[in-house]
T-cell receptor, first 115, second 111 residues
């Protein structure tokens, strides 16, 4: 069965500092991987996705993630965070083949930015 | 291109009542899926519809049901509401290379 683990429930970083959010997945085949961001009371906004190909994926808002099959990881990074990055971040693994369309989410990591 | 539209945004219901939530996917998207988000359980998959057929269902009781219309709009229904059904219900439409696009959700409060 698919599963996703985000080991860090809450992370605090200073504005301008670098950021890495961890994500480990369990899936029997080549995974489709996603990172979403959610502001309070809002829906989920897609930051980036990995389907195949280059393992370093660029997303919106200056985020990137690297798919490492050997470590079953898909960590999200940003070189310099801004106060507006404060939100909750969700990693998800999905199956996009016919007949099996669903996402399995991690528990989320809440990001706080110190001024 | 318009995004995924969910209505209503907020809803307050009493225990024992039923509720219907609506989701209009992105034009041209034929797959719609529903998720429940609660502080305790996180984001959990409810069901997925494609061309008016339910293809996948999560581990929820039969009080949770859904359907999809020929124009791809989807509704989900929860009958005999319980306090634990209070949650943010998110709808996602799927099509093309972008994967899942989510709506802003419907916040359901059961009192």
């Amino acid at each position: 069965a698919q599963s996703v683990t985000q080991p860090d429930i809450h992370i605090t970083v200073s504005e301008g500092a670098s950021l890495e959010l961890r994500c480990n997945y369990s899936y029997g085949a080549t995974p489709y991987l996603f990172w979403y961001v959610q502001s309070p009371g809002q829906g989920l906004q897609l930051l980036l996705k990995y389907f195949s190909g280059d393992t370093l994926v660029q997303g919106i808002k200056g985020f990137e993630a690297e798919f490492k099959r050997s470590q079953s990881s898909f960590n999200l990074r940003k070189p310099s965070v801004h106060w507006s990055d404060a939100a909750e971040y969700f990693c998800a693994v999905g199956a996009l083949s016919e007949g099996a369309q669903k996402l399995v989410f991690g528990q989320g990591t809440r990001l706080t930015i110190n001024p | 291109k318009a995004g995924v539209t969910q209505t209503p945004r907020y809803l307050i219901k009493t225990r024992g009542q039923q509720v219907t939530l609506s989701c209009s996917p992105i034009s041209g998207h034929r797959s719609v899926s529903w998720y429940q988000q609660t502080p305790g359980q996180g984001l959990q998959f409810l069901f997925e519809y494609f061309s008016e057929t339910q293809r996948n269902k999560g581990n929820f009781p039969g009080r949770f049901s859904g359907r999809q219309f020929s124009n791809s709009r989807s509704e989900m229904n929860v009958s005999t509401l319980e306090l634990g059904d209070s949650a943010l219900y998110l709808c996602a439409s799927t099509g093309g290379a972008n994967g899942y696009t989510f709506g802003s959700g419907t916040r359901l409060t059961v009192v």
